[in-house]
């Protein structure tokens, strides 16, 4: 079955950069996109971006163009989130979310990031 | 790219129906048929209700259904039940390939 696992929660300080996983199984990795959300605490969804490891094409929302960066690891099925320049308004839930091909939803869901800024 | 405009909160008791609006503009709701919907349980993960408007994944009920109208895409609930109690969002395609979610609405099953 399809799962996307992530990984733990993070404590970071203001100015620190945090890279979150997103471990991939049940599908063919390549094939599907991931995209990145975040919910701050009590907050709505926020849009982060997405990357498609198949054809290398990424997109960063214009908000954190600039702080954030989107890799993969095809061999490990693994997507990841790095975000620099830390701060406090960074503190969220950060999700992992497949978006099957020419489509603009997202099927499945990782289970979500706790990071934490705070000094 | 500014969030699309959910009411806040919406209610109802066990059995009627209630619909969340989700309002955008013309260069992200209105121009594309890529609006979808999610449901979100507090301290979990968003779940896929709606894709392209108006579709259901297979395991969803049909008590959920989707419409849009102009800049207005559309969530009704049918027969609600306490398990509807959640927060839903919707998304759409913007432009140049990104996206946006909505404010939120928190349902309450009365």
């Known amino acids: 079955q399809v799962q996307l696992v992530q990984s733990g929660a993070e404590v970071k300080k203001p100015g620190a950069s945090v890279k979150v996983s997103c471990k991939a199984s049940?599908?063919?990795?390549?094939?599907?996109?991931v995209h990145w959300v975040r919910q701050a605490p009590g907050q709505r969804l926020e849009w982060m971006g997405w990357?498609?490891?198949?054809?290398?094409?990424?997109r960063y929302s214009e908000k954190l163009q600039g702080r954030v960066t989107f890799t993969t690891d095809t061999s490990a099925s693994t997507a990841y989130m790095e975000l620099s320049s830390l701060r406090s308004e960074d503190t969220a839930v950060y999700f992992c979310?497949?978006?099957?091909?020419?489509?603009?939803?997202?099927?499945?869901w990782g289970q979500g990031t706790l990071v934490i800024v705070s000094s | 790219q500014s969030a699309l405009t959910q009411p806040a909160s919406v209610s109802g008791s066990p059995g009627q129906s209630i619909t969340i609006s989700c309002t955008g503009t013309?260069?992200?709701?209105?121009?594309?048929?890529?609006v979808s919907w999610y449901q979100q349980h507090p301290g979990k993960a968003p779940k896929l209700m709606i894709y392209?408007?108006?579709n259901r994944p297979s395991e969803v009920s049909n008590r959920f259904s989707g419409s849009k109208s102009g800049n207005t895409a559309s969530l009704t609930i049918s027969g609600l039940q306490a398990e509807d109690e959640a927060d839903y969002y919707c998304?759409?395609?913007?432009?140049?390939?990104?996206?946006?979610f909505g404010t939120g609405t928190k349902v309450t099953v009365l």
């Open positions: 979310a497949r978006n099957p091909p020419v489509t603009g939803f997202n099927d499945y």
């Open positions: 049940g599908y063919t990795f390549i094939s599907y996109a």
């Open positions: 990357i498609n490891s198949g054809n290398g094409d990424i």
């Open positions: 013309s260069s992200d709701v209105g121009g594309h048929n890529s």
């Open positions: 392209d408007v108006s």
């Open positions: 998304s759409s395609y913007a432009s140049s390939h990104t996206y946006v």
